[in-house]
């Protein structure tokens, strides 16, 4: 494990050069690191440190870096075709069609459209949702995210109002996403913490009106909101609500998807099935690729190329995606989740209980959340610490970042496959890195070297 404090000779003239022709607005930045190589749980800079994966490049890699059969399939397309656009017809994208209509919840008969990113996926669900119901309002919640699109930032609750004003699309309200952490009037009861969102939601949909809206676009688990795990009443009211009013409902598993929270997709958690369910990310297993999922007639509803991208079903993507629905599936990836989740879980809460700045730890199976506050009591978000230990963290050789609606905490979503002894060491660099930063040997400073979720 290396002990980086800053990148040294080439890497830092690569970041400047970085700096100089990529733009500023494409992605924040949190340490001067360089990939060079990964291997499952595993990943090494171009100085040959290496580190423990705990970000998976934002749960991307859920069977792990480089994983084999992923490799495999890519290879053997490439050596076929790369991709043919979707004015003819190609193998793999029905394949996967087949596949993902049988593994999504819901019994009703499935059509699946394909794109590049988590976003434009969301986009095209959102598309379908607006043509098939000719109603103009879309229902998203505070500190959401769902990618980055002119229409995916007007529904995302994570930009700021004045970006989201700046889009086309206005017709959107934003209802408050069940924290059961911080809950509204102090509740502390998840049910009824959970009602009483539910109660708040049911006001704004009163007064937009139901019969206004066309989707009501839901992450399941919210992960950039904090790793914010709604009660399942609240699921189930919404569901409920969407069907009364005719309302398509999407779940945005982009991040949540493949397993990563003990499910194959979080909204099993709730036993609720949505309209359109919105999968990227881990699809394709570091490929880009990303899929709509939902009701035949809902996805039949906008004309043909509504949904059309060049690369859209790329071959060799399609071809990783397939490799990855089989793996997760045949190894039950996502029970490893569940029980590698709760024993990361357990440890955790251990440091809960030992350090004043740990006020809650939360998650549904690898997909956990650290909420570093100034004191228990006050519940006080404390995102200077978060950063300085996830800064301390890099440089004892692990890779995490930190998000939430206050920035404050910790993302702990390693590959599914980690190897336990890597999430020991990992957890084992937390505490160390809360220890240090307590004990004042992280300075300020570091905080400013980053750019950083809020
Ligand atoms: C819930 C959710 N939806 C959508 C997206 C956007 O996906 P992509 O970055 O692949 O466009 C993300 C990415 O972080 C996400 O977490």
């Known amino acids: 494990m290396g002990s980086p404090s800053r990148a040294r000779g080439t890497s830092s003239q690569l970041i400047e050069k970085y700096k100089r022709y990529v733009s500023g607005s494409q992605a924040f930045k949190y340490f001067p690191m360089i990939v060079g190589k990964a291997l499952n749980a595993r990943i090494w800079d171009t100085d040959g440190r290496e580190y423990i994966d705990f970000l998976s490049s934002a749960a991307t890699y859920n069977v792990g870096h480089s994983n084999r059969e992923v490799l495999e399939a890519v290879k053997t397309q490439?050596?076929?075709?790369?991709?043919?656009?979707l004015y003819l017809y190609h193998e793999p994208v029905v394949e996967l069609a087949e596949l993902l209509a049988g593994i999504t919840p819901g019994s009703f008969e499935k059509k699946v459209a394909f794109g590049l990113s988590g976003g434009d996926a969301n986009d095209a669900a959102l598309k379908a949702a607006l043509v098939y119901t000719r109603r103009r309002v879309i229902v998203s919640f505070d500190y959401s995210y769902h990618g980055t699109t002119a229409l995916d930032i007007a529904v995302s609750g994570s930009f700021s109002p004045e970006l989201r004003g700046l889009m086309p699309f206005r017709d959107v309200y934003f209802a408050e996403y069940p924290d059961t952490y911080r809950c509204i009037g102090g509740v502390e009861?998840?049910?009824?913490?959970?009602?009483?969102?539910?109660?708040?939601?049911?006001?704004?949909?009163?007064?937009?009106?139901?019969?206004n809206v066309a989707a009501i676009i839901?992450?399941?688990?919210?992960?950039?909101?904090?790793?914010?795990?709604?009660?399942?009443?609240?699921?189930?009211?919404?569901?409920?609500m969407a069907s009364e009013h005719g309302i398509v409902l999407i779940d945005d598993e982009v991040q949540t998807g493949m397993g990563r929270t003990g499910r194959l997709f979080a909204i099993e958690h709730y036993s609720v099935e949505p309209d359109l369910m919105v999968l990227g990310k881990a699809l394709g297993g570091g490929m880009p690729v990303s899929a709509v999922v939902g009701r035949s007639d809902i996805m039949d509803s906008a004309p043909p190329q509504s949904f059309f991208a060049t690369s859209a079903a790329h071959a060799a993507s399609v071809a990783a995606a397939i490799a990855v629905v089989k793996y997760v599936t045949r190894?039950?990836?996502?029970?490893?989740?569940?029980?590698?989740?709760?024993?990361?879980?357990?440890?955790?809460?251990?440091?809960?209980e030992k350090y004043e700045v740990v006020g809650d730890v939360r998650g549904l199976g690898l997909m956990i959340g650290v909420d570093i506050v100034v004191d228990k009591k006050s519940k006080r978000p404390d995102r200077a610490k978060a950063l300085k230990i996830i800064w301390r963290a890099w440089e004892k050789g692990l890779v995490m970042m930190t998000y939430g609606k206050y920035g404050n905490v910790l993302r702990i979503a390693p590959p599914l496959t980690i190897p336990r002894e890597d999430l020991d060491k990992g957890i084992d660099i937390i505490e160390e890195s809360v220890k240090d930063v307590l004990e004042g040997k992280v300075p300020d400073e570091v905080v400013d070297k980053m750019t950083a979720w809020k």
């Open 331 to 352: 190894n039950n990836l996502h029970e490893r989740a569940r029980e590698m989740g709760e024993y990361a879980l357990k440890r955790l809460n251990e440091l809960k």
């Open 78 to 85: 490439l050596d076929k075709f790369i991709h043919y656009c």
């Open 218 to 240: 839901l992450e399941p688990v919210q992960g950039d909101g904090g790793v914010l795990i709604p009660p399942a009443n609240f699921i189930k009211g919404v569901r409920k």
């Open 189 to 211: 009861d998840p049910e009824e913490c959970g009602e009483l969102y539910l109660s708040r939601f049911e006001e704004l949909l009163k007064k937009i009106g139901g019969s």
